[in-house]
């Protein structure tokens, strides 16, 4: 668990380095790294038992891999090329919280307090970070919009987790992400054809390409197969607890690459979020599945 936040943590500042030049747009690493999981995955299934999906639930593998995948991690990258890898990291924390709320709007499991008062307080910090980016200088053209669009890559993911809650269990995360990222990259590279023409691949530097490399390999494949390990292996609550890591570690490399600085309203956005957070997690009522925290 904590290799796979680590990865997370560092895919934020790594993705500021390798759009700072401008050459790869966010859309051209979405493609990369769906494309890129997709085929470590498919590679990998090669070396794992092998299990019969049937047409309907390949349907439904369509659906999860657009809302769990697409959706997500597009929003979670073009998100980051806005705001800061500090702020962008932060905002993966409310995952969570938007799980609850919507299990108790979908499937009408109760929401405690405890949890209620957790949705505020994250929801407030949430909000803090969003409208108060707008006067930011944190590594970002356009902080509040990144933050937004970040926001909306949790709140997408929350929303497959809640939909798909009891569907995921049945099939191996191997095949559930072979399935899922070849839908992502069906549906997500066509529509970004016009981006793939116009890229200047000769201008990539050997850092860059490094940089993608990564994302996709570590802060994706790795992190993946790393959750999986972990959440066979860990109690529910102490899995989300991990999560704390990755704004950690992604505030941390940003300062010291001056991608992002520290300033009262965040911290103060920081303490609302982790309280939260905290709250969520720690109810007796918190489901497994809301535990189970990925980016």
Request: glycine share 10%.
């Amino acid at each position: 668990m904590l290799g796979a936040n680590v990865c997370w943590g560092l895919m934020s500042p790594v993705a500021k380095l390798v759009f700072a030049s401008g050459v790869i747009a966010p859309i051209i690493m979405v493609d990369f790294r769906i494309a890129g999981a997709a085929i470590l995955f498919w590679l990998t299934s090669l070396f794992t038992p092998k299990e019969h999906v049937p047409a309907i639930d390949k349907l439904r593998l369509f659906g999860a891999g657009m809302i769990g995948i697409l959706l997500n991690q597009g929003c979670f990258i073009i998100g980051v090329s806005y705001t800061s890898p500090g702020e962008a990291s932060l905002v993966t924390t409310t995952m969570p919280m938007w799980v609850m709320l919507l299990a108790w709007l979908f499937l009408k499991e109760p929401i405690t307090l405890k949890k209620a008062g957790g949705i505020v307080f994250g929801a407030a910090g949430a909000l803090i970070l969003v409208l108060g980016g707008k006067g930011s200088i944190a590594g970002g053209d356009n902080p509040a919009l990144g933050d937004f669009i970040v926001l909306m890559a949790q709140l997408s993911y929350a929303l497959y987790l809640t939909l798909y809650r009891n569907f995921i269990k049945k099939y191996s995360l191997v095949t559930l992400m072979k399935w899922m990222f070849l839908s992502a990259s069906i549906v997500g590279l066509p529509a970004t054809i016009s981006f793939i023409k116009t890229t200047d691949w000769s201008a990539i530097t050997v850092e860059e390409w490094l940089g993608v490399g990564y994302i996709v390999f570590f802060a994706t494949f790795v992190a993946y197969i790393c959750i999986m390990i972990g959440q066979k292996n860990l109690r529910p609550t102490i899995v989300g607890m991990y999560n704390y890591v990755q704004p950690i570690v992604a505030t941390i490399v940003g300062v010291i690459l001056g991608m992002d600085h520290f300033s009262i309203p965040k911290v103060f956005a920081v303490i609302l979020i982790f309280t939260g957070v905290y709250l969520v997690t720690m109810s007796k009522a918190a489901s497994a599945t809301t535990q189970s925290i990925k980016q």
